[in-house]
């Protein structure tokens, strides 16, 4: 079974302050997604990495930076957090090619900004 | 852009009855469609997928979905619902080769004892 780790379940963190979400996935995965989910409005895509140092914006960038120097990991950068980024995020991992491959989510890293 | 709509954000089933969830999508590309479900305090799962052939799918705990291209539709049944299906239900379609997936805003199913 894939398995993608998120490195905590709850975080609290103030204003202002640089903040990493780590994701590890076992399953050499090339694609890797962070996504921000709020009530009634489903997941939001905020980055996504096709391989090793790559990256591209999804459809909420703003704010968040990502780095990916290994395969298996996929780091999720608040530059400076602000309380619009109270959220629950959640991280997925994906094997390459064809799109009609299910992604693999973690459990999720609830954070709160104050 | 493809966008997905999920019709009902709470629905609620007495334990025994038909479960049904709705989606509709939007593409101008033969889709792949999703169903995810998402038990409190954890990440999602799969619960079915359509990519091509049978319009039908079924998938894990007694879930199914049916694909109508003609009605853009992609609706979740199950027969009899049961307690431990109470959860979030979500509806995504595969953006293409560039494997995203798109979301529609999701349905938590409550169920009655």
């Known amino acids: 079974d894939v398995k993608v780790t998120q490195s905590s379940r709850y975080l609290v963190k103030r204003t202002g302050e640089k903040v990493f979400l780590e994701c590890v996935q076992d399953m050499d995965h090339e694609n890797m997604f962070w996504y921000r989910q709020d009530p009634g409005l489903g997941l939001r895509l905020i980055y996504f990495s096709y391989d090793v140092k790559m990256k591209e914006k999804g459809d909420i960038p703003e704010g968040y930076s990502v780095s990916r120097e290994k395969k298996e990991r996929f780091s999720l950068i608040l530059e400076s957090a602000s309380t619009n980024q109270t959220s629950m995020y959640l991280c997925?991992?994906?094997?390459?090619?064809?799109?009609?491959?299910?992604?693999?989510f973690g459990d999720g890293t609830r954070l709160s900004i104050l | 852009a493809q966008s997905v709509t999920q019709l009902g954000s709470h629905v609620s089933v007495s334990e025994g009855a038909l479960v049904l969830l709705r989606c509709n999508y939007s593409?101008?590309?033969?889709?792949?469609l999703f169903w995810y479900v998402q038990y409190p305090n954890q990440g999602l799962q799969l619960l079915l997928k359509?990519?091509?052939?049978?319009?039908l799918v079924k998938g894990i705990n007694g879930f199914e979905a049916e694909f109508k291209k003609s009605e853009t539709s992609f609706h979740l049944t199950k027969p009899s619902a049961h307690m431990s299906d109470a959860a979030e239900y979500f509806c995504?379609?595969?953006?293409?080769?560039?494997?995203?997936?798109?979301f529609g805003a999701g349905t938590i199913l409550r169920v009655k004892s």
């Open positions: 593409s101008s590309v033969p889709p792949y």
């Open positions: 359509y990519t091509t052939g049978a319009t």
């Open positions: 995504a379609v595969s953006e293409g080769y560039g494997n995203k997936l798109v």
């Open positions: 997925a991992s994906m094997s390459s090619g064809n799109s009609n491959q299910p992604q693999h």
